[in-house]
């Protein structure tokens, strides 16, 4: 499926032109690039930590106010667009997909963060105390890894991101045990990556569970006790948020998000979205697209 809103590439943001990775204070990163503030999406994962400033941002139509000691994570298609106020600084990283797959033995490693897993909700974190002086420090150090040899730059940016990654992961799962048995449940990140691949010609949970080698009521029964959801509505979820990020390019018709998404009825189409969300596809369009 081609993308219908903007994707940015790494070399396009890099004053290197490197593909794989690139890292800058966010004053720097802002006033070279202003032009992002309107819904695009990356084709890399994308990190950004504030030190200071105000406003808003939006990530797959979730809304944060931006705060000091913020940091959020984002994955690669993810749609996102901010409004700040004042004076906005911090650290900006951004790597490819596969940036770490020739340095880590498992190459699923990064799913196993919790801020990884394409859930706005969960992408987004402020930090507290000891941990956003620790991550301050890291980002430092990644700002002046470019001076090192060219043969060993790349393998320490990897190591000081890991040791990121890990200090928050530990800060914002701290006494949520639960929580993270949850995000650990492998065969459901397994069904969510799946569904992330294929919900646009897979719809049926017993068709997810074939590829799962389990069975559908087995599949059920995990998403009802670690998600709180049915298999099938987690389905529902990821298709209802790829018509929110088609609907906001104005360069396509409701007929042709439809299309494209292989609802082969209109009337089917605004139905399915108008039940799930309460709004039609045309007042999503009117309320989200200025």
């Given at each position: 499926?081609?993308?219908?809103?903007?994707?940015?590439?790494?070399?396009?943001?890099s004053e290197n032109r490197e593909e794989d990775i690139m890292i800058s204070r966010f004053s720097?990163?802002?006033?070279?690039?202003?032009?992002?503030?309107?819904?695009?999406?990356?084709?890399?994962?994308?990190?950004?930590?504030?030190?200071?400033?105000?406003?808003?941002?939006?990530?797959?139509?979730?809304?944060?106010?931006?705060?000091?000691?913020?940091?959020?994570?984002?994955?690669?298609?993810?749609?996102?667009?901010?409004?700040?106020?004042?004076?906005?600084?911090?650290?900006?990283?951004?790597?490819?997909?596969?940036?770490?797959?020739?340095?880590?033995?498992?190459?699923?490693?990064?799913?196993?963060?919790?801020?990884?897993?394409?859930?706005?909700?969960?992408?987004?974190?402020?930090?507290?105390?000891?941990?956003?002086?620790?991550?301050?420090?890291?980002?430092?150090?990644?700002?002046?890894?470019?001076?090192?040899?060219?043969?060993?730059?790349?393998?320490?940016?990897?190591?000081?991101?890991?040791?990121?990654?890990?200090?928050?992961?530990?800060?914002?799962?701290?006494?949520?045990?639960?929580?993270?048995?949850?995000?650990?449940?492998?065969?459901?990140?397994?069904?969510?990556?799946?569904?992330?691949?294929?919900?646009?010609?897979?719809?049926?949970?017993?068709?997810?569970?074939?590829?799962?080698?389990?069975?559908?009521?087995?599949?059920?029964?995990?998403?009802?006790?670690?998600?709180?959801?049915?298999?099938?509505?987690?389905?529902?979820?990821?298709?209802?948020?790829?018509?929110?990020?088609?609907?906001?390019?104005?360069?396509?018709?409701?007929?042709?998000?439809?299309?494209?998404?292989?609802?082969?009825?209109?009337?089917?189409?605004?139905?399915?979205?108008?039940?799930?969300?309460?709004?039609?596809?045309?007042?999503?369009?009117?309320?989200?697209?200025?």
């Amino acid at each position: 499926m081609n993308p219908t809103i903007p994707k940015v590439d790494i070399c396009t943001l890099s004053e290197n032109r490197e593909e794989d990775i690139m890292i800058s204070r966010f004053s720097d990163y802002l006033s070279r690039h202003s032009n992002l503030i309107a819904p695009h999406r990356h084709s890399f994962y994308h990190l950004l930590f504030f030190t200071q400033g105000g406003g808003k941002h939006t990530i797959d139509f979730h809304h944060f106010d931006v705060k000091p000691f913020q940091i959020y994570f984002m994955t690669p298609g993810q749609v996102h667009s901010w409004d700040f106020e004042g004076v906005v600084d911090g650290y900006v990283v951004n790597f490819s997909e596969s940036f770490f797959h020739s340095f880590l033995l498992k190459q699923d490693y990064l799913d196993s963060f919790i801020f990884f897993r394409t859930e706005a909700q969960k992408s987004v974190w402020n930090l507290e105390g000891n941990t956003r002086e620790a991550v301050s420090g890291l980002f430092e150090r990644l700002i002046q890894v470019p001076a090192l040899s060219p043969d060993y730059r790349h393998d320490m940016i990897r190591a000081i991101l890991l040791q990121v990654f890990i200090m928050v992961q530990n800060s914002v799962t701290a006494g949520e045990h639960g929580a993270v048995n949850t995000a650990g449940n492998a065969l459901l990140r397994k069904y969510q990556k799946l569904i992330d691949s294929h919900f646009v010609t897979l719809r049926l949970p017993s068709e997810y569970a074939a590829l799962l080698h389990v069975t559908p009521n087995h599949l059920n029964a995990l998403c009802n006790e670690h998600l709180g959801a049915q298999a099938g509505q987690l389905i529902r979820d990821r298709m209802v948020l790829e018509i929110k990020r088609q609907l906001v390019n104005l360069n396509l018709s409701v007929s042709e998000i439809a299309y494209r998404l292989d609802f082969k009825d209109n009337s089917y189409f605004s139905r399915f979205f108008r039940k799930e969300t309460g709004l039609s596809p045309e007042a999503f369009r009117k309320k989200y697209v200025r």
